[in-house]
């Protein structure tokens, strides 16, 4: 389904008027307004490919209809949410989930649709059929060398693919690790993950980057191999300037401070990027700003003073992705609630009176401090980002547009009701 | 594979004088040794169908070969565990993976392994093939009334099923609960339940129990319906004398202190029994007693006081069985592994010196108290289990004999490298 | 120090004409606006006696200057803030370190500034300057009866405080409980604990409540014997229909659910109320509403359902408190950024549209649910909360009120900068 | 008070035979247990002179009896200590609750009790009398160039205490960090601290090493300064080849894989070593081996194989101490519990099979390995460290002796009941 431009400009004409004079009132009361409605407009995430289905747990997956069962659906879904909110233009690839069988083609509709190739990311975790050595005691760091070298071919023929579609990065998560005591010698499995990294990183293009993506737990129980930042910042550093440290928000012992982590690997210049996604208590990949939006608010607070810090380009610098799972929702209104969360929070993060709140801490004003941030998430700036929106040619209400719309009855009319998507 | 009970006792040859002195050494320094042994003998651990084959995580799932791949061969290979240890006499069953298809069959055969029918389980958490409604919003939780009229009915028919191979109770575990804020209403999804299982209750023979079992998350990742005991305690008191609370070791919060909340539902009466495991971070059904033994120890203690305040007796008062998934292991050796970790920490149980802890708590000797227990603790009591195995025609060391003579390799030649076992 | 209205009359005409025009523009959108400010002016967070100086942690205190060196002080402050706010009409005293000299004069200092007298609160997690008998290894609890018996004589004495003063509820937060696995022995340390609460249930006069709080950990670190509201509920249920469960918002283990427990408390008819705080980590005793905003805002969301469905009135039926700790902030500042804490997440509690909310969950519409409490969080309800205090005759702007008028150095002209408060 | 050696050899006299038929009986089953002997004679764990006196919480304190009221007095605690276990050989100082009067006397002092001085601490978390600029909002990290002075000055007069004592190393624990979100800007706390280390280390004598210590939370509740491993490796590499990563094991977030991140160090040669204690919720400074004495032998096991992979002194190539409070134990018992659990932890660790444990890590067999591991920890090796004492002129049973021999009743004679020690 290729959505006809015409139905959301028709949309935003009914929600023109009452729409414009909330933004107005808004926008008198924020400095610098044209700025940040540029920096809206230019900020994309990726949607991943394996996010369009209906996820699961290990219990049960209680499958959606509509769902795309083809490559070319998934790019048809992305297209239509970017179509919808001007702020989903990139995909990211899951291989072997998602192998494109025509590269031009796949390219050219990617390019009408508006859409580039995001990272790619490997796997690992799951033994494919046909696979010849299994990843059951993990990949990169496996005792056998015949393992690792398999996996890291697989990673390479990953960027091969990545190549040829125009993606500039390459996602590593490794769920490699142990479940008991005694199972893994750390410092080996450390090696030989590195070693395995060093190879791959060995054939990365000269433009590409390589992101290291930890976990805390899960699907390991014990130990994970690259299971928190300090551990993905060790490997990026020895493996030199185009390694990185990609940040889950889900993948967190209890009460982690994530945002200082992200100022930290700002400072450091190792931040790769992110996978958005909420959670309460592991990584439950919930709708991003689903359980916790003033941490979310904290994280991109910190994004944008950083990379201020840095002169980095906020659109293009970092890697924005969502990574959630949707269990008990449709995945496209999943996403589109995802994005507005992320839209918002990176909203906050621009209009928070910089100045006031270095002055603030220079003063250890903390009471001040406190308001200045509460001040800003408390600041109704949905019609700032309806208004970006609006100027980019999305719909005003992109959820409300996908349901009046009745969007996903197309699709089951396009696709059926029995269509299951690869992915998790 | 019926295992001939001349391997186990030639096997106890080998090994009896060198076992003889560590007993013998170790018998010197207890007290009413021949007592211990006896409830060491008389104490049996039920194994549940759905972990003789090898599980998995959302992940993925990386099968083992001479699976199971019948209820005949599940009985089968609980039949070996309990050649092997005779502390396994029992089976667990869960339906629908495990429907018996000729009770009476079933029963010979179970007969002949030595083998009681444990609490029958109940599957509310996933959609079967053919099933009118759906679980994927809740099942007995669920607003639908016809959705809680099915899923009561399921239950009813497992308790027929039980009827019919003898078992005595009837155990809910219930995935239900909410993904999101908002979702539910705490309150009505509390009632619904709780209507539904007075629905169930009332069906319940004479002389049954039903176990309510609480978790305190996953697979719904905002709320669960019955996410702790508090909340399970609620239901058993409003259901009635015949319902109580059973405790997953993996199911609750973060450093939750499971001992006390033992301790406090025997002085309730509300007890039910135990799923036991391991766990670093949540519900990881680890191997039981593989990460933190002296916990499983303190818990054993209260138990073991709290039984014998109430004159309970150990080996049947309550259900203990164990829940477990076998990611990286060969299952019947986890399983091996964790029953021994239950008999060991039964057996300190069994040793503590009550008086002088009693004497110790009252005069708030904390320092005595702490040494009696860690003295327990740290004394080798695997000679006295040993002992109660040989004693009653068991192995010395089950999962050695395992090994030594290949017992796998026996199971993959009768079944085969490719069975796949019904489970998680 | 006394407030002058007329300060605060002056400062809301400077601010009144710019605050008309938001109001306005907030209350189109709004139903029955007339009906929640009503709410919002009637609702009154009482201010602990013990919060209004510098708190510390057992690695230091850097106290403050100008805090009340006496009771009168103290209410002085309670009374200054609710004259900025309106919203603080009450004192919750905490004996021993307020123990009223003269109970005329100091409840009419009290009349004289508008303020009730909330629960009164006892103390037997410490010992007092000749005190007879330690409360080292626990009070109510203790394994000596002597003990126990001074601890409720306390407890007793404290009502007899509370009578004379107005209150009519008495809160015991016991810290009661164990550092090391041996010490207690937990049901009767359950079983005393029971005993010494019914003994002073006993004296409870025909109208008074006791609130029964409970926590997880600290300063016992290995079990509380009031550990959870699953204990608290025991206690509660137990002791008889004057007996609530208090739920501070700091006393959970990781992760928890805190609006699930407050809906099934209310289901149960057994919430007392709340102490308001906020944590991170454990009992941080940070600001209401400085970490999880969102949080908040669910719980306010379950209680105003929870009220409603057992027709309750807000604002008396149950005990509203902050008890929070200001290590690094004046303690007037933090209370008057608590109390706006709690007067927006109520007021958007208010605000949530119930009747779609119920329609959307009876649908099993996840998407919609969240999309209803996520538009009431996201709209700004500051200037709705500001109505109601220019209403009632508080400043519109308390905070900013606080720090433009200088009353902190007024206060420290007045007490000096060497005054400690007593509390933690 | 001053051991009479032939208090302990009499007491050993009367458990002489008892012990030696257990250590011959265990003896028999250790290989190289001469070896094993001498490495459990050469260990040797500090004691800081805080950990002298009953320690307290926020909440309380509950002081002991005849605690040391004087550094000397602190030294002749040590001293007995070290009499009864011979393990004890050194003693960490905390400056400025320990500042020597008189190095030499101090000095001759402990060499005649046979302690070395261990690492000095400083301490910049608590103002001191007289101090004249504040650490209530931090001291390596303030945004006041000044303050950072100050707290520089104090870290370079510890040092020069230290290098009159003879010590070898500064520790530096840091309370810095912040309560609220806003209050810090991470990167420029960050780089303060790092510009306040830097100065610090140009102070450092050759032939010393800085500690950094690392710690999640508490005293401040948002954000640490220096958080966890990967922040303070951060610093030990910007700093040089001197600094290193101190690890104390309550100051984690729930359910770290502490084992696994002391292998990493050791890996990078950044370990500094150890303050040991154990914890359920958070630094909950128990008795060490008291809580998880399963998770401490893992430690340990990664220590010795760590260790034995870079050819390192287990007793002197890194630092070893206790970091406990005790609250509810007397100091003196509850650290030789402490020195015992330690040791008995490191007996196990030594007597790992490592070659069968690295065959089956090689292979894979994750069941070998764990029973590997289980089976060392399940052999009672107190006979081992009795042994080793015995062989090194200490007390078989150093707790009962400090019971059988009244030693507390001998310092309160001393020292009255009134003295209450220096420290937290």
């Not at 996978?275 to 916790?292: P, Q």
């Not at 910089?354 to 800003?376: F, P």
């Not at 999305?394 to 409300?400: F, I, N």
Request: negative net charge; charged residues 20%; glycine residues 6%.
């Amino acid at each position: 389904m290729i959505l006809d431009k015409n139905r959301i400009a028709e949309f935003n004409g009914l929600h023109a008027s009452a729409h414009k004079r909330k933004f107005d009132f808004l926008a008198s009361e924020i400095n610098n307004v044209e700025d940040v409605l540029q920096k809206l407009i230019d900020f994309q995430v990726a949607i991943p490919s394996w996010a369009l289905g209906t996820g699961g747990t290990r219990f049960g997956r209680f499958a959606g209809a509509g769902e795309p069962g083809s490559l070319e659906q998934k790019l048809e879904d992305v297209g239509l949410l970017h179509a919808l909110n001007q702020s989903s233009g990139a995909i990211s690839l899951h291989i072997p989930w998602d192998i494109p069988e025509n590269y031009a083609s796949i390219k050219a509709q990617a390019a009408q649709l508006g859409l580039q190739f995001d990272a790619v990311n490997s796997n690992t975790f799951q033994d494919q059929k046909d696979q010849e050595l299994s990843y059951k005691f993990g990949s990169l760091q496996h005792v056998n060398k015949a393992v690792r070298k398999q996996a890291i071919e697989h990673n390479i023929d990953v960027i091969k693919h990545g190549v040829e579609l125009g993606s500039k990065s390459l996602t590593v998560w490794l769920s490699d690790g142990s479940c008991f005591p005694g199972q893994l010698n750390f410092r080996k499995a450390f090696q030989n993950t590195l070693e395995s990294l060093q190879e791959i990183y060995a054939t990365l293009p000269e433009d590409w980057k390589v992101f290291v993506e930890y976990k805390a737990f899960e699907p390991n129980f014990y130990s994970m191999t690259v299971g928190d930042w300090g551990q993905s910042l060790l490997y990026a550093n020895k493996l030199g300037p185009k390694a990185y440290t990609l940040v889950d928000l889900g993948h967190h012992l209890p009460n982690a401070n994530i945002e200082q982590i992200v100022s930290l690997l700002l400072m450091e210049g190792k931040l790769a990027g992110f996978h958005f996604n909420d959670s309460k208590y592991g990584d439950d990949d919930l709708t991003v700003g689903s359980i916790k939006p003033y941490q979310l608010f904290l994280i991109f607070n910190e994004l944008v003073e950083g990379m201020d810090a840095r002169a980095m380009d906020h659109a293009t610098d970092l890697g924005w992705m969502i990574d959630a799972s949707h269990n008990v929702k449709d995945p496209l209104e999943d996403l589109l609630q995802s994005v507005e969360a992320i839209m918002l929070a990176y909203a906050q993060a621009l209009t928070v009176d910089r100045k006031k709140l270095n002055a603030a801490q220079e003063a250890n004003d903390v009471v001040a401090a406190q308001e200045i941030l509460q001040n800003t998430f408390r600041t109704d700036l949905r019609p700032l980002v309806a208004e970006a929106r609006l100027r980019s040619g999305a719909a005003l209400y992109p959820l409300q547009f996908f349901r009046d719309q009745q969007l996903r009855a197309e699709l089951i009319k396009e696709r059926g009701t029995k269509t299951i998507a690869t992915g998790l």
